[in-house]
């Protein structure tokens, strides 16, 4: 592999994810990886520019900066591409009225939407809400629907938390997806109009940008295909498979955030 | 198409799926498709060969039997082929310890393997069951293996019951093959072995047989792909775009078991 300085050269914004990177998960809210707190200030105080790039979709972004900000992170809703937000302006857009398989934590952003006599599904990292009676409504409504629409934010196999692996909202997706025989559309990484809306919000070019992230196929695979570079941290998801996927190939494999801050700091913009 | 006379001729032996065909569940137990007991009866008399070959995993063969009987039917446990057993079977063969996420009701099916520090995991059908903690669970249990074994009994997309289509294992056994990235193997129809110890159990080769079922992939596409022939019953979860599928073609649409009866009756075995 080349040397860092080479990897790195260039780069004028940096996409972070969130859970897995920032911090885990947890059912008392979680807690941060050591020594990401500091390296999101390092990066911010740098002429690096910084968007938080999330597909969480169990909590509102109102929820999701709160609960980072008591954690110690210095982020603002401003700073973060989050799939709900945009999901309800696409639904608003498209004149489609879901019907939300979603955890309670995220309704509030579909507040703007009707939801009266539905057209489509949205289904979300529901968490517990993922009974059979909620999955089952919602592959009812699909089924009765002549073009069924589903929406999904993200598609992410599984995250973290500090309790383990928990599954995530596209395992569910695939689970619709082959009962009703059709192909969701995916709101969140690894779309490319997902990343590239975040590129844009951050005024920076894919070949100027980088993705950091625990999800070798979403995060770095994702970011690859818009033709920004991506590293995977071994924190969060990581788990050691991951640095000989068949597929994906990170320009880089770094410990955590610190690291690659660090290194991002030494070689990046030069 | 051919005349009936033709696509029927030299047929031996009728293998029938239950649920759909025979009659539809429910919470009270469900209720027998209209013509479908007699049609049983009739088939009986006749001198055709007839073994019921169900994906029914969320009640024990014996229940599944009983229920029956109580609806008019004339079958016993040992004219049926489930999923359930076979898969018990080849787990002790194989020396698989199984997790089982399954209904209670077929539960007791397994009770001679061990469950203990377990090497594998069993998907049913397991309705209420496949609630986010159990699945979760056996996504953990899957994760931790080396070499994870998933096996799913049938791989149905939905069914119905008298309440409405109903999701049906297939698509959760889809979400955990894409949570963790494996396949999983199928005890059940479509299942080529499945319907192979269907046939062996009536001593019928298969150019002899007719399936005759409502699962226009799982009963027609797999009995076909056996060499055998096969019927698709308007009954059950049968949809009328069912007719029109791009990879399979019954060798017959019938409205009902009864129908399919008279035809076997008159053209079968000439």
Known sequence: MAAWGERL???RGVLLDISGVLYDGGEDGGSPIPGSVE??????????????CTNESQ??????????????????????????????????ERGLRPHLLVHDGVRSEFDQND????????????????SYQNMNKAFQVLMELENPVLISLGKGRYYKETSGLMLDVG??????????????????KPSPEYFRS??????????????IGDDIVGDVGGAQRCGMRALQVRTGKFRPSDER??????????????????????????
Chains 1, 2 share one sequence.
Not at 45 to 52: E, N
Not at 174 to 183: R, T, V
Not at 198 to 211: N, R
């Open 39 to 52: 390296a999101v200030a390092r990066l911010k105080r740098s002429r690096l520019k910084v968007r938080f």
């Open 245 to 270: 996927h068949p597929e994906v190939k990170a320009d880089g494999y770094v410990d955590n955030l610190a690291q690659a801050v660090d290194l991002l700091l030494q070689h990046a913009d030069k």
């Open 198 to 211: 975040a590129l844009k919000e951050m005024a920076v070019e894919a070949h100027e940008a980088i993705m």
């Open 115 to 130: 939801t009266s006599n539905p057209n489509c599904v949205v289904i979300a990292d529901a968490g517990e809400a993922f």
């Open 59 to 92: 909590k509102s972004r109102g929820n999701l900066v709160g609960l980072l900000r008591r954690l110690g992170f210095d982020i603002s809703e401003g700073e973060v591409t989050a799939p709900a937000p945009a999901a309800s302006l696409i639904l608003k």
């Open 9 to 11: 050269a260039g780069v």
């Open 171 to 188: 395992a569910y997706t695939k689970a619709l997806e082959y009962a009703c025989g059709i192909e969701a559309e995916v709101v969140g």
